[in-house]
């Protein structure tokens, strides 16, 4: 993993001094996908639904990105099945 990718992963998962919250608002202006593996453990961790709404809306906005990818499409059902 290099520097910087370590870098926005501590941040988005909250090993710097961010609040919890951060995590999820970042996920509505970031212009990257982040990786399934840290938007799992986001969508895990959500204390509130609109913390878990912030991942599904981040994974649908790069949906054509993602579409073709199985842990990213496992996630997606994960989170659509939660929201039935």
């Known amino acids: 993993m290099s520097l910087l990718n370590k870098i926005i992963y501590d941040l988005i998962t909250g090993k710097g001094k961010r609040t919890s919250n951060y995590q999820y608002n970042i996920l509505e202006t970031t212009p ?5 593996e840290t938007l799992n453990t986001l ?10 709404a912030s991942v599904l809306l981040h994974i649908e906005n790069f949906h054509d990105l993602t579409s073709g990818i199985e ?3 496992d996630l997606r059902n994960k ?5 039935r």
């Open 79 to 83: 989170m659509w099945d939660d929201f």
């Open 32 to 36: 990257f996908l982040h990786g399934a």
């Open 43 to 52: 969508y895990d961790n959500a204390s509130t639904p609109e913390q878990k």
């Open 71 to 73: 842990d990213y499409q």
